[in-house]
């Protein structure tokens, strides 16, 4: 199993099963008086469950191989719950086990996208109700496109730059695209070309030239292309 799951569904029966069928995996069973399943985002999101998260796998399972810990509604935690979490979902410790929930991907860090694996699952009734639904249009291609090849890269740039204030929208559209990218196909390098978008972003924010900020992008990237 990998060590963190992401389960993304607005149906609240598909996703139980899903955690059910995990937690049977691993032979762990899902019920309210398992001692070795900690339940996070019922009615609080903070860095205080976070916390108390590394707690309870920096202990030893009471009566089972391994721990599960699943936090409902990721999409709730705020930007500093999110980042304490990335610590443990990089390092969940021997024998522990994460499983996230959301019916919002796009609210969750593309860090802690990039760590999960995904799943979609979808209720039968649901299915009954929307017929198409396995028929999920892919995302548009990304508007930046960009090869190994760093000067060919400075070119697509150099082509892109004409006017200096299309720079910050064309970004935040690569941005948005890539982040569903990530959703769709979880993956280290689109994870990574997330991170080089925001922070070319922030440079703009920060009244970095906005064609310097895109040679960044184009450049920094080149390598993980």
């Not at 309870?56 to 999409?75: D, L, M, R, V, Y």
């Not at 990304?142 to 970004?171: C, E, M, Q, R």
């Amino acid at each position: 199993m990998f060590p963190a799951t992401l389960i993304i569904s607005s149906s609240a029966p598909a996703v139980q099963k899903k955690i059910k069928i995990i937690c049977q995996k691993l032979q762990n069973p899902f019920h309210p008086n398992n001692p070795d399943i900690l339940k996070i985002g019922e009615s609080s999101w903070t860095i205080k469950e976070v916390r108390q998260l590394r707690h309870f796998f920096s202990q030893k399972p009471f009566s089972h191989t391994n721990k599960i810990a699943i936090i409902f509604n990721a999409e709730k935690m705020g930007p500093p719950a999110q980042n304490a979490l990335l610590k443990t979902l990089e390092e969940p410790g021997p024998n522990n086990f994460l499983i996230l929930t959301t019916a919002k991907p796009q609210a969750l860090l593309p860090t802690i996208l990039s760590r999960c694996q995904s799943f979609r699952p979808h209720h039968p009734s649901e299915r009954q109700s929307r017929p198409n639904i396995g028929t999920i249009r892919s995302p548009p291609p990304p508007t930046i496109p960009l090869t190994s090849d760093p000067i060919k890269n400075l070119a697509v740039a150099t082509g892109l730059s004409a006017d200096k204030n299309s720079i910050p929208p064309l970004l935040s559209q690569e941005l948005r695209l890539q982040q569903q990218i990530l959703v769709r196909h979880p993956d280290s390098s689109t994870a990574k070309k997330i991170t080089k978008l925001i922070h070319s972003l922030r440079l703009i924010k920060h009244n970095v030239d906005p064609r310097s900020a895109l040679d960044y992008y184009v450049l920094s990237t080149s390598l993980s292309v």
